[in-house]
């Protein structure tokens, strides 16, 4: 018996917690400071001038093996 009554203790536990942290992300979001979105524009302009670009998952298929190795 005492054994349920610890378990049922730690999945109480476990759901508050875990309530607790989805709460916190709901209400306590992120915003990004002035100087961090300025540096993060810099970044940005510093790939598009060097040539980078994002791409899809039909660039990537394109590009990569997907046919596997032969053992043989």
């Not at 660039?59 to 190795?69: E, N, Y």
């Amino acid at each position: 018996m005492e054994v349920l009554i610890g378990i049922g203790i730690f999945v109480c536990v476990a759901l508050v917690g875990w309530a607790l942290a989805e709460l916190k992300g709901r209400y306590d979001t992120y915003q990004n400071s002035p100087e961090e979105d300025e540096v993060d524009q810099r970044l940005a302009d510093q790939l598009a001038r060097d040539g980078y670009d994002e791409k899809n998952i039909k660039d990537i298929i394109k590009t990569i093996s997907t046919t596997g190795f032969s053992a043989v």
